[in-house]
Structures are given as structure tokens and as C-alpha cells.
């Protein structure tokens, strides 16, 4: 077990990055009580300066060692694009730094096991940052399907289509940068399924490429042995609504609002004429910031507990859900440079 922090304190935080996620997951941070930022490090030392600026106390560094090395930084959060996560996470790790690494921890389910095997041997704490295990939302539709508020559940479908247009410098279509679809969006519709459904029995992957050849229309088609079966989807190009649906045998849930950060639940069970009826479940933190705080909380609480891994984003599955990635785009023919 790793070393507890003390309660008496905040936990300190070192971002690695400045860039849009990492303001959205520092402002977070600052709302949540008992941790602050610490320190922000990017290679532009300037934007570094500027980012740690408008957060009391921190200090800022022109490269990513300096940070790692910091004594007063309590944790790591990897906030750079997806080809940096892996030797980045390994720096922090070698450093003694538990590590908050966002999604995806890294480009492939290989370097996914390398980091979070060398967090076990260092006995440090290592977590994915996929915010929406911890939602609270997303936490009630489990804990419902668990006490079979709508009967067995049977399948489940779920989207994530962004609506971007074709720019071969973006980075959702920029090979070279870890683009395509499904490391950015596809990812929460797999972690999605395999939270309610598991590994599946069978896959069947269908899509299309970008002019850069990133994948940008994906479906899946889940089967398993005992007749469940999910309807997976995700695109670059394309702008869907975004929900998520868990189909019971008696009843359905569904997500108001982007799935993976939905702002209510639609429950229905049973038969309406039969009096059976839909129930509303709102959003219990609506307002609360940029919807990190559970992520964040929870980080806070394992390294408080001296836990390695969180229960709710277990190594094991964020190994499983980048191996169903590797998968999909093996199917469709998507390598990135240097794989």
C-alpha cells in the first residue's frame, strides 16, 4: 500500500500541460476542497507563467522534469495530447508522483500495462482520467441495473459523434498526434458498454477513414454468449446527441444531455398501462464547475486512503477498454506512426 497523505493538508497538484483540458480540470481542482493547485509546467515557460498565475501560490516551470521533481507537488496530472502520456507518466512515476493520466493513458493496451505496471512496482497511485466512472449520474444507472430496477438487463446502445469538420491539422485527424475518433470519443462509448456489459464475446467493427487516414465513422456491434449485445458508435465528422441507453427486460434507462457527463436520467420501468411510469433523476451537481470534481475527489481520497488504483477506474479494465481500442482499429487498418 502506498504512503498515505496527511488530512491536515491540501493535496497539491502539478499539472503537466496548459493547454484547454488542463484549465478546465485546475479550475476544478481550486472548487474542490482539500486540494489546490500546485504547480503547472509546459514547454513554453511563458504559458506556464500565465497558467499558474491565476491559481494563488503555484509555482510554474518551463519543462516537465522540473515539475516531477518538485517535492511540493503531491501528485501528477498528465494533461498533455495522447503520444506524451506514456513517456510522461513513466517520468512522474520513476519521480515517486501518483499520476491522474487523462484518458487515454496512452496510445495503445501496451503502453496502457507498461504504465500501470511500473506504478505497482513503485507502489504509487496511477488512475486514466475517465471522469465519467466517477460521475454520480453514471454511478446511480449502475447501482439501479445492480438491484435490477429494470428487470435483466439485456443490451445497451451508445454515441459520441462530434460534428468536426475535415482540418488535417487538427489533432482528431492528425496521425501523428494519436487523431481519429475512437481514442478521443470512441473511448467513452467502450468504456460504457464494458462498465455494464464486460469483455464481449464477439466483435464486429465497421467504418470509415479520413482523407489523413485517421478512423472517423466507427460502429461496433457487441454480441455475447448469453444473448446480450451493445450498439456502439462514435465520429469525428459527425454530430449526433450523444446518449447512452441501458435496455432492461423490464424497463430502460436512458442519459439526458452527453453521456459520459449527462445532466439527468430518464428511468422507465414496467408497463405504463400497467402502472408502470418514467422517473426523472437530475443532475445532483448542476452548476458545480466543469464536472471533474468526482475524478478529483476521488483521486484526493485514494491518495488519503494510500491507495494504488481507484476502485472505480480499475487498471485492469482501463487495460481491457485500450485493448478493445487496439482491436477496432486493427479491424479498420489504423496504425500510428512509429506502432
Not at 130 to 146: G, Y
Not at 189 to 212: A, C, E, K, N
Not at 248 to 255: E, H, L, P, Q, V
Not at 308 to 329: F, G, K, N, Q
Request: charged share 20%; proline share 6%; with cysteine.
Amino acid at each position: 500500500m502506498a504512503a498515505h497523505l496527511p488530512e491536515d493538508r491540501p493535496i497539491r497538484w502539478g499539472l503537466l500541460g496548459a493547454g484547454g483540458i488542463a484549465r478546465n480540470v485546475s479550475e476544478d481542482i481550486s472548487r474542490t476542497e482539500g486540494n489546490v493547485v500546485g504547480a503547472v509546467a509546459a514547454r513554453d515557460g511563458e504559458r506556464a507563467a500565465e497558467f499558474a498565475a491565476q491559481f494563488p501560490g503555484a509555482t510554474s516551470y518551463g519543462s516537465y522534469a522540473e515539475l516531477v521533481a518538485d517535492p511540493e507537488v503531491d501528485v501528477v496530472y498528465v494533461a498533455t495530447t495522447h503520444p506524451s502520456h506514456h513517456e510522461q507518466a513513466l517520468m512522474a512515476i520513476a519521480a515517486g508522483k501518483p499520476v491522474l493520466v487523462e484518458k487515454p493513458v496512452c496510445l495503445n493496451a501496451r503502453q496502457t500495462h507498461e504504465v500501470l505496471a511500473a506504478a505497482r512496482h513503485a507502489d504509487v497511485f496511477a488512475m486514466e482520467a475517465m471522469w465519467m466512472r466517477t460521475n454520480p449520474l453514471i454511478r446511480q444507472a449502475e447501482q439501479l441495473v445492480a438491484d435490477g430496477a429494470i428487470g435483466d438487463l439485456l443490451g445497451l446502445r451508445a454515441e459520441f459523434g462530434l460534428g468536426l469538420p475535415f482540418d488535417p491539422s487538427h489533432r482528431l485527424y492528425d496521425m501523428s498526434n494519436g487523431g481519429g475518433s475512437l481514442l478521443d470519443l470512441g473511448i467513452y462509448v467502450v468504456t460504457f458498454g464494458y462498465l455494464f456489459l464486460g469483455r464481449p464475446d464477439q466483435v464486429r467493427t465497421t467504418g470509415t477513414l479520413s482523407p489523413t487516414g485517421s478512423e472517423d465513422r466507427v460502429a461496433m456491434q457487441w454480441d455475447y454468449a448469453n444473448g446480450t449485445g451493445a450498439r456502439l458508435w462514435c465520429s469525428a465528422s459527425v454530430s449526433a446527441p450523444n446518449q447512452a441507453v441501458l435496455l432492461g427486460s423490464n424497463g430502460w434507462i436512458a442519459t439526458e444531455g452527453a453521456f459520459h457527463r449527462p445532466s439527468g436520467l430518464v428511468i422507465s420501468q414496467g408497463d405504463p398501462s400497467r402502472g408502470g411510469g418514467r422517473q426523472h433523476v437530475p443532475d445532483p451537481i448542476a452548476g458545480r464547475g466543469h464536472g471533474y470534481g468526482p475524478e478529483i475527489a476521488e483521486v484526493a481520497r485514494c491518495l488519503r486512503a494510500g491507495l494504488i488504483e481507484s476502485p472505480l477506474v480499475p487498471h485492469a479494465d482501463t487495460i481491457a477498454v485500450m485493448a478493445l481500442l487496439d482491436e477496432a482499429r486493427a479491424d479498420l487498418g489504423v496504425k500510428y506512426p512509429g506502432e
